[in-house]
C-alpha cells in the first residue's frame, strides 16, 4: 500500500512548524511523530529519515517560489511593474510557506555544505539574478533612478520582503497582497511627504 497524499502532506506540515520553532538539529524524529500523532517507527511508513522530509520541505518551497516567479518574469511586465509582482509573489509565498521560509532562513547557510542541498545554492543564485536582472532593466529604461545601487537595492528589498516570515501570521489583520502594496509604496515612493504635500513646516 502507498502512504496515502494527503497524510503525507499532513506530516509535512507538521515537521515543518517543529523545525520552525526548535531548529532542524534540535529536532528529534519521536518529536515530529508526536506532533503528528503518530509512533515513531510509524513515521518511517512515509519518509526513510529526517532529513527526507527537510529535503521535501525546503524544495517544495522552493519549485512553488519559481513557478510563480517564474511567470511574472516570462509576462514581459515594464520593470516597475514586474519589481511589483515579485514583492507580491513572495509575500503570497511567505503566506503559503512560513514554517518552510523560516527554516530556509535559519538552516540553509551550513545546509548547502552537504551535497543533497546543493540546490540551496543554485537557488540563491538564481534569486540574485532575476532580481539584479530587473532592478538593472529599470535603471536602463527610467522607471529606477540612474543613481540606484542595483546590488545594495536588492539587499535591502530581500531583506526587507523576507524577514517578514518571522512576524506574519496566514489569516491576520492584513493580506499578503495588502503588506506587499503598503512594502512597495515605502520602497518606491518612500515615507517622507513631498515638499508640495507637506501641510505644515517640519520643526526646527
Known sequence: MRPAPGRRRQILDTAARVFAAQGY?????????????LLAGSLYYHFDSKESMLDEILSGFLDSLWTRYDTVLAAGLR??????ALVTASFREIDRHRAAVAI??????H??????FGYLADAQRRFERA???TLESGVASGDFR????VRLTYRFVRDTVWVAASWYRPGGQHSPEEIARQYLSMVLEGVALRDSHRTHAPHD
Request: proline share 5%.
Open 25 to 37: 538539529d534540535a529536532t528529534t524524529v519521536r518529536q515530529i511523530a508526536d506532533a503528528a500523532g
Open 79 to 84: 520593470p516597475r511593474e514586474s519589481l511589483a
Open 104 to 109: 530556509y532562513q535559519k538552516e540553509s547557510r
Open 111 to 116: 545546509l548547502t555544505d552537504q551535497p543533497r
Open 131 to 133: 532580481w539584479l536582472r
Open 146 to 149: 540612474t543613481d540606484l545601487d
